[in-house]
């Protein structure tokens, strides 16, 4: 039963590294077009990337070590954008499609916070409403957030924060619960909602997602990579005790 275990957990692996893999690659076919602004392929490559990840979970086995495997796909790549940051890995068009300015140090920024992220929410909620849910808010909130902001914040800057405006933060409120609560959905489904039900989360999802974006809206460049999914997490566990 273990080698069949760890077969599965092995497979998952490398099925959703796979599909990373495939991810990135699209969109970096998609950057070198020049179609799109790269702001605009970065930010849907900070969108995409978490919900699909989280999509190949049902991938995994279910054994103490499936957490490793899990965890280990994000950090693989994370690893890979740190050594591509760090001139080890000479990765232009990776370095085009993920950076603000074109420098392959913002790598070591941005993109490595948003991967250890991922790396140490799959690790310790592995399969659990609240990583999901919060990680789902980082993804679509903070990516609308920066596109939205963009289209149609104009000179409408919050007062606290010059870099972020009243479009974008709305845009995250309005993003991070529906990602969020499409992931409950789909966790109560495959049976790992906890002991709520998707309508009993509502009004702490909606409560997380104003909490999250305004830790967002703080004039902390990258870190809100981090801040923003810990608040939420936090509000929803407090919101929510009985949510996985």
């Known amino acids: 039963m273990l080698d069949v275990q760890l077969s599965q957990d092995a497979t998952g692996f490398l099925c959703a590294s796979a599909v990373m893999v495939g991810l ?12 799109y602004p790269s ?3 970065r930010k849907l490559l900070h969108i995409a990337a978490g919900p699909v990840f989280m999509l190949t979970w049902p991938w995994f086995g279910s054994t103490e070590a499936t ?16 050594l591509t940051g760090l001139g080890v890995i000479r990765q232009e068009s990776e370095v085009k499609m993920m950076s603000r300015t074109g420098n392959r140090q913002d790598l070591l920024r941005g993109p490595l916070l948003y991967g250890l992220v991922f790396t140490v929410a799959t690790f310790f909620g592995f399969r659990t409403t609240t990583a999901a849910c919060s990680l789902a808010a980082l993804c679509a909130g903070d990516g609308m957030a920066d596109i939205m902001g963009r289209r149609y914040g104009g000179t409408h800057t919050l007062p606290w924060s010059p870099r972020k405006t009243w479009a ?18 789909l966790f109560y489904a495959w049976g790992w909602g906890g002991m709520t039900t998707p309508s009993e989360l509502v009004l702490p999802l909606l409560a997380a997602s104003l909490i999250s974006a305004g830790a967002e809206s703080l004039p902390m460049l990258d870190i809100d990579n981090v801040i923003a999914p810990l608040c939420f997490a936090v509000a929803l566990r407090m919101l929510a005790p009985g949510v996985s």
């Open 67 to 82: 957490k490793l495997w899990a965890s280990a796909v994000p950090l693989t790549m994370t690893a890979k954008f740190a």
């Open 24 to 35: 990135v690659e699209a969109l970096k076919a998609l950057a070198t077009t020049g179609l």
């Open 39 to 41: 702001t605009f392929t």
């Open 168 to 185: 974008g933060s709305a845009a995250y409120v309005v993003s991070a619960f529906a990602a969020s609560y499409a992931f409950v959905q």
